[in-house]
């Protein structure tokens, strides 16, 4: 059940020119108990308040946030703002319709930006209990510099045959040499068996529209299919 929860910042860093992670240490209570892909609400002044993913699994005793900054409106003048030690209040957990079903279906996941939050969560949690279901990873940014977490994925992919991830770029420069355009097209192009795999997906509301129509498409049933919109 929801509830609110005092937070204090052991850890900032800016990974990228426009995302924070941030790493919270539950204070009050000094427990967190939730599903990965669930989020939480941080209360950021009165009558204000935005939903933010956990990236970190449930194992763990802190709480990661991934953060693009980019629209700076209160919710990143806010993250902008933070000093380790400052306190922050969440009411948590919410949400939680991206958490894997417990089925033996391919869990595909197709994120743009920091739309890998929820993802990053939910693949460790499925590694350490683990689960043998197959999970594939779709991820989509814009530019070389707006990578992070390459060598953390390609990692757990090298250790885990289970889970596997392509990086896709909309906007590389000509040095690139991986996979190009929209994480859909790949999706479609590179999945195998639609009708007999679980859809997880999460960014910006037209990636997500986009994916689920497409997967409609070609037959995928609705209730394979999770999207969580950011924006
Ligand atoms: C369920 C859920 C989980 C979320 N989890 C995360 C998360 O883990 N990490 C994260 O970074 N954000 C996440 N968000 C988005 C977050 O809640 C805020 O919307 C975002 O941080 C912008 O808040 P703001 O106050 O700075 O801007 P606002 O004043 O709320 O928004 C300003 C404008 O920017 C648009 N916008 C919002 N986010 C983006 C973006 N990333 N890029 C471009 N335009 C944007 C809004 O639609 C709006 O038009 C999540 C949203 C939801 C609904």
Redesign the pocket.
Known sequence: MAAKITLQVLKKEKVTD??FFVTFRPVSPPIISFRAGQ?MM?M?APG?N??????SPPSASDIL???????????????VGLTVGDQATIVAP??GVLSFLDTPKRKVMVAT???I??FHSMILDALEKKNETPMVLYWGQRYEHDIYWRDEFDAIAGAHPVFSWKQILSRPTPAWQGLTGHVTEHVLHLERDLAQSEFYV?G?KAMTEEVRARLIERHVPKEQIKT????
Not at 67 to 74: A, C, L, Y
Not at 228 to 231: G, K
């Open positions: 426009k995302v989020n941080l950021i204000v935005r939903t933010m993913s956990i990236a946030m991934v953060h693009d900054v980019s629209p700076m409106g209160p919710g990143s003048q806010w993250t919410t949400g930006g920091t739309g939050a929820p999460c910006n969580e919109l950011f924006y």
